[in-house]
C-alpha cells in the first residue's frame, strides 16, 4: 500500500496578503522613528544620572555612546520595542486616506 502525499499548495487557492500602501509604509516608519528617539533619549537619560569617574569620560566615549544608544533604540523599536510604534500607527491609520479595493 502506498501514501501518496497531500500537496496543500495546490489544493488551496493562494489568497496572498494585501500589500500596504505607499502611506501606511511611510506611517509605519515614522512610528518606528518615533519610537526609536524616544527609546534613545531615555538611554541618553539614563546615562545622564549615572555615577560614573571622570577616568572613562571624554568626548569621544561620549560620542561613541551615543551611537551605541542610537543603534540600541533603532533596533529596539524595529523589534521587540515597546509597543508604542503600534499605537502610533493604529491612531494615525484612521487618518491615511483608503485605497480602491
Known amino acids: 500500500m502506498t501514501i501518496s502525499p497531500i500537496n496543500t499548495a495546490s489544493s488551496m ?8 500602501s505607499r502611506a501606511e509604509t511611510q506611517l509605519r516608519e515614522a512610528a518606528q522613528g518615533f519610537e526609536a528617539l524616544f527609546i534613545q533619549q531615555m538611554l541618553k537619560s539614563a ?3 549615572s555615577f560614573e569617574s571622570e ?3 571624554g568626548h569621544a566615549v ?3 555612546q ?3 544608544d542610537r543603534s540600541l533604540s533603532e ?3 524595529s523589534r ?3 509597543g508604542l510604534a503600534d499605537a502610533i500607527e493604529r491612531q494615525f491609520a484612521a487618518v491615511l486616506p ?3 479595493e
Open 13 to 20: 487557492p493562494i489568497d496572498p496578503a494585501p500589500r500596504p
Open 98 to 100: 483608503r485605497r480602491a
Open 66 to 68: 551615543s551611537m551605541l
Open 55 to 57: 577616568l572613562m569620560g
Open 80 to 82: 521587540a520595542g515597546l
Open 62 to 64: 561620549e560620542t561613541s
Open 75 to 77: 533596533t529596539g523599536a
Open 47 to 49: 546615562r545622564e544620572t
